[in-house]
């Protein structure tokens, strides 16, 4: 044929490597944030944000002054339009919050988001959508790798966290956050069994589920196991090859099924209370057996494939088995339904369990999954709702929710968020706030409305919508790791949605994008400064090196005016080196700028004595009453 390029030719060799190159750029924007805010505590800490963000933007930058070339559409521009008004609005939100400086910081955290979605929809295309999925689907089979790796291995990776009880958490650094990650590694991992094109990347997707599954169930997260279930229905409605997309399915939750069976039996690997050799006999045979059951994962796709291209179902008989399916669900609801009373019935026994007290731990970490308690959710949900009601128009403010919580009479643990992205929102952003969340979070549904349906954006699909499901009932929103990875998923849904024309954004557009990411880069540069130089001097501190935590302290100051906290690591640093009078002058500075920070009021009260330190003490105590750490540092202080 003539002009046609041939395999292997020099110049198909040349069109790969451009083809290659070309691609680079998103699989270097999903993978790197992805895995690295994901190993880094999950990105929840904002020494782990700001370089993030920079290189993130600076990639908009350079796209806009290099290539302006994109198939982006409406959706996209959309997308990118909501999510930047809800970081303005966050970001007004500083000038009303009852917690300036934290929100500040959610403000970073947000931009943090911005920044990694609108790179991937300007560096990606249509036909870039697989290639998404599998960089998300490597990034979370290498953090689940590892995690897993922490419990078969204990005694190489393994530690024992007091606050997760033995539930798997590392590198994320929360349970409930590890189980969520893994539950969208495996809902991709479906539907990049069903819907690749290579047999081989078939099987691969379907192996990657094996030590998925086993990961998510030694979180022992019950919500991440609901989400599943729900995004795997979400998945076959979003798809119209049901029958394929059933059959992956069986060929990858069987091995993986089986494997959480295993999983489940081993004594020492479920239990609190085990012996250190024990652990790593179980482990490691359990890790054998995971292995053999890869292998068994990628021999029934192999099978599969082999089937598919020798039978041919016809449609009348593919229609019949997915209405089969759903008339199966629907009668097992319904039978459920009619089991337990009907449907008031189902939903007062469902709320009881929920708002019941957590049962009494045992040693045993397999009962978790059988409790349907919230553990303390109710709670934390009502008071949620009680600061919307006295801020109904504005909300308190972005990440004002602690400074609330900790102010109740009834807060008795202490936490910063009130476990419901949701609910949270609504209190610290009010209804304009939520509602732009909200719109944020359904543009990726709009674009699979409109996109040609196919396996893959089904178990993109299912991903995304298992993590809004979660994030209503936990605080996965703060974990910017994995919740960038669901905004990448939700990414995948635009791609979909494209026509795939591409075309020339004008200079105009360009240059203006340009400056704004570069001159966010610079904001964001100085943020990861600041926060990096604070947790420096707090470093030093807990190591005793007073004169480098006064100073790197001294220089977050310079960096992060906005924020009490140098001020108040510096007064510690000057505790540290007995300079009582200058730790009282650092504390009351904080305490100017932020007069309700009940740890400032605390440090003050050991830096001064008699008159001073009772009226710090006592104004400690109004900002926090059910303080453990104030109650036990008061009845240290000698009266003065």
Request: hydrophobic residues 50%.
């Amino acid at each position: 044929m003539p002009g046609a390029v041939l395999p292997h030719s020099g110049a198909y060799l040349e069109l790969e490597r451009q083809r290659r190159t070309r691609r680079l750029p998103a699989v270097l924007v999903v993978a790197t944030p992805v895995f690295g805010l994901a190993a880094a505590q999950g990105g929840y800490f904002p020494t782990s944000w700001g370089w993030s963000t920079t290189a993130l933007l600076w990639i908009v930058g350079l796209w806009a002054v290099a290539s302006g070339r994109t198939d982006a559409g409406r959706l996209d521009a959309g997308f990118l339009a909501l999510i930047g008004f809800f970081a303005a609005w966050v970001g007004i939100s500083v000038t009303w919050s009852a917690a300036p400086a934290l929100s500040v910081l959610e403000l970073e955290r947000t931009v943090l988001l911005v920044a990694g979605t609108a790179a991937l929809l300007l560096v990606a295309r249509r036909r870039d959508a697989p290639l998404v999925a599998w960089t998300l689907l490597g990034a979370i089979d290498a953090i689940a790798l590892y995690a897993l790796a922490t419990r078969l291995a204990p005694d190489r990776l393994g530690s024992y966290d007091p606050i997760a009880v033995y539930r798997l958490s590392a590198p994320i650094g929360y349970w409930n956050g590890l189980g969520i990650f893994a539950v969208m590694g495996l809902l991709l991992a479906v539907g990049l069994t069903a819907g690749a094109t290579r047999p081989w990347h078939r099987a691969a997707a379907a192996a990657s589920a094996v030590p998925l599954a086993a990961t998510l169930y030694f979180t022992y997260s019950r919500g991440a196991w609901l989400a599943l279930g729900i995004g795997i229905t979400a998945l076959a409605a979003a798809t119209p090859r049901r029958l394929h997309v059933l059959l992956a399915t069986v060929v990858v939750g069987a091995p993986a099924t089986l494997g959480v069976v295993l999983a489940s039996r081993s004594y020492a690997l479920t239990h609190r209370v085990t012996q250190l050799d024990r652990a790593v006999d179980d482990g490691r045979n359990l890790a054998l057996a995971l292995l053999v059951l890869c292998a068994v994962a990628v021999g029934l796709v192999l099978l599969l494939d082999a089937a598919d291209r020798r039978v041919s179902v016809p449609r009348r008989a593919r229609l019949a088995v997915g209405a089969s399916v759903w008339l199966a669900v629907a009668v097992a609801i319904v039978a459920g339904v009619v089991r337990y009373g009907g449907p008031i019935a189902v939903v007062e026994r469902g709320w009881d369990a929920f708002a019941a007290p957590p049962p009494r731990e045992t040693t045993s970490l397999n009962s978790r999954l059988t409790s349907f308690s919230g553990n303390g959710r109710v709670e934390l949900w009502s008071a949620a709702r009680d600061v919307y009601s006295d801020n109904s128009l504005t909300g308190g403010g972005a990440g004002s929710f602690e400074r609330f919580w900790q102010a109740r009479a009834d807060a008795t643990q202490r936490v910063r968020d009130a476990h419901g992205l949701y609910i949270e929102t609504l209190a610290e952003l009010g209804p304009i706030g939520l509602a732009l969340l909200l719109a944020v979070l359904a543009m990726p549904l709009v674009g699979l409305a409109t996109a040609r349906r196919t396996p893959l954006l089904g178990g993109a699909a299912g991903a995304y919508v298992a993590f809004l499901l979660h994030a209503g009932v936990d605080w996965d929103w703060e974990l910017s790791g994995v919740t960038l990875t669901a905004l990448f998923v939700g990414c995948i849904l635009l791609l979909g949605s494209r026509s795939g024309d591409v075309r020339h954004v004008g200079s105009g557009p360009r240059l203006t994008l340009g400056a704004v990411g570069a001159a966010a880069g610079v904001v964001a540069s100085i943020a990861a400064l600041g926060n990096g130089t604070l947790a420096s001097a707090r470093d030093a501190v807990d190591e005793g090196d007073v004169a480098t935590a006064i100073s790197d302290a001294h220089r977050a100051d310079q960096l992060m005016p906005w924020s009490p906290e140098p001020r108040i690591v510096r007064g510690e640093a000057e505790l540290a080196g007995n300079d009582n009078a200058a730790a009282a002058r650092s504390f009351g500075a904080a305490i100017a700028q932020d007069p309700d920070n009940w740890r400032a009021w605390l440090d003050l009260a050991i830096a001064t004595h008699g008159a001073e330190r009772t009226q710090a003490l006592a104004k400690a105590r109004s900002l926090y009453p059910r303080s453990t750490e104030i109650a036990n540092t008061a009845a240290k202080l000698e009266p003065s």
